[in-house]
């Protein structure tokens, strides 16, 4: 009785959350900083206060003022999300009927795949030109939904404004998500290009504002199609401890630059460093760097620091091939990482 599109699907599978402490653990993208203390602060409050009884607010209006005021937008033009997959689920219900088409550049990341599946969608990939940049023109303009992750995981590239200039009219106003997951630890972002029709940026705080754990996200869109999302959301979406941290965490812009600037500075370390390991690295905007060795098979690498108890990505996707992706961790992390690679290799 499972509706067959479900039971064809073999379900997403996330990368993996070993439960045990003493794990380098560089294969999700998480900060390896503490989220600014001033979450903590907000935390307490609410959880010593009245918070917990009652139903927290449906909309998230105080996380959305701040957040317009963060961003330079109106509040009604954010949506609350029980992290940037639950919008993004909240968006493929709202825009993508049963037999629709929905669209993604490849590779990047798999769960758009399994988002169309679970609609009881096509879904098509579109796959990157070797320098990592869209083809042009694009070859689906007509999807119900099209997804490009920006920066992109696997490869931590990142398309210039330029680039999505040209392809945003090419969708003609059909639904365009511009996923920003990782955009602060790039240089530009595409927010000013929510005033073009049908486009909205996707963001969370589980990398960037080190928050993974609390499960936030939001999208930012015109008002009027977030009109349209909210009667698809769950009403209580965000817990009421998630909206204060997220709130928290968005008004401390100096934390999250600085920590920004600390990742930024280990990841072109760790580029460097893996350069005479054997590695071509691909130039990271992200918070983790894709790299595929020259000569040795990426599994056996994957495998060998796994047993050490590094744990990184190994990825493998069909039409394009293997890789290792690896999270920018602490300077500590990263030594250890490089110092037992040597040994590996
Ligand atoms: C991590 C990630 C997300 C979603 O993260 P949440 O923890 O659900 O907020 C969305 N898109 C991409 C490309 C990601 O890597």
């Given at each position: ?278 590695f071509d690295v691909t ?21 060998a620091l796994k047993q ?14 293997d890789g290792l992706r ?20």
């Amino acid at each position: 009785m499972i509706r067959p599109n479900i039971a064809r699907m073999a379900g997403y599978v996330p990368g993996e959350q070993p439960r045990d402490g003493d794990i380098v653990k560089l294969n999700t993208n998480e900060s390896p900083y503490s989220p600014t203390p001033m979450v903590l602060d907000a935390l307490r409050a609410a959880i010593t206060g009245d918070r917990l009884r009652k139903y927290p607010d449906p909309s998230g209006i105080a996380f959305r003022r701040t957040a317009a005021r963060v961003l330079g937008v109106q509040p009604d033009m954010i949506l609350i999300g029980n992290g940037s997959d639950d919008i993004l689920t909240i968006i493929t219900r709202a825009f993508v009927p049963e037999g629709g088409l929905m669209v993604a550049p490849t590779p990047s990341y798999i769960l758009y795949r399994s988002l169309a599946e679970i609609q009881g969608a096509l879904f098509q990939s579109v796959a990157f030109t070797t320098d990592w940049q869209l083809p042009r023109p694009w070859p689906l303009p007509a999807a119900d939904l099209t997804l490009v992750p920006n920066p992109n995981s696997p490869s931590g590239t990142h398309l210039d404004r330029n680039a999505l200039d040209q392809l945003v009219p090419t969708l003609d106003g059909r639904p365009l998500v511009i996923d920003e997951a990782y955009v602060d630890f790039a240089d530009e972002n595409a927010l000013p290009l929510v005033e073009c029709p049908g486009v909205m940026v996707t963001r969370t705080l589980s990398k960037s504002y080190a928050l993974a754990g609390m499960r936030f996200g939001y999208a930012v869109a015109d008002a009027a199609i977030v009109h349209e999302l909210l009667k698809v959301k769950d009403s209580y979406n965000c817990d009421a401890l998630s909206l204060v941290a997220a709130e928290a965490a968005l008004a401390d812009q100096n934390y999250l630059a600085e920590t920004v600037r600390r990742i930024r500075v280990t990841r072109s370390r760790l580029m460097t460093a893996l350069e005479p390991l054997g590695f071509d690295v691909t130039p990271s905007a992200a918070n983790f760097v894709w790299c595929r060795h020259r000569t040795l098979p990426h599994r056996p690498i994957y495998d060998a620091l796994k047993q050490r108890r590094i744990l990184i990505r190994y990825m493998d996707y069909p039409g394009y091939g293997d890789g290792l992706r690896i999270t920018v961790g602490s300077d500590a992390e990263i030594d250890l990482l490089l110092t037992t690679l040597r040994e590996v290799l």
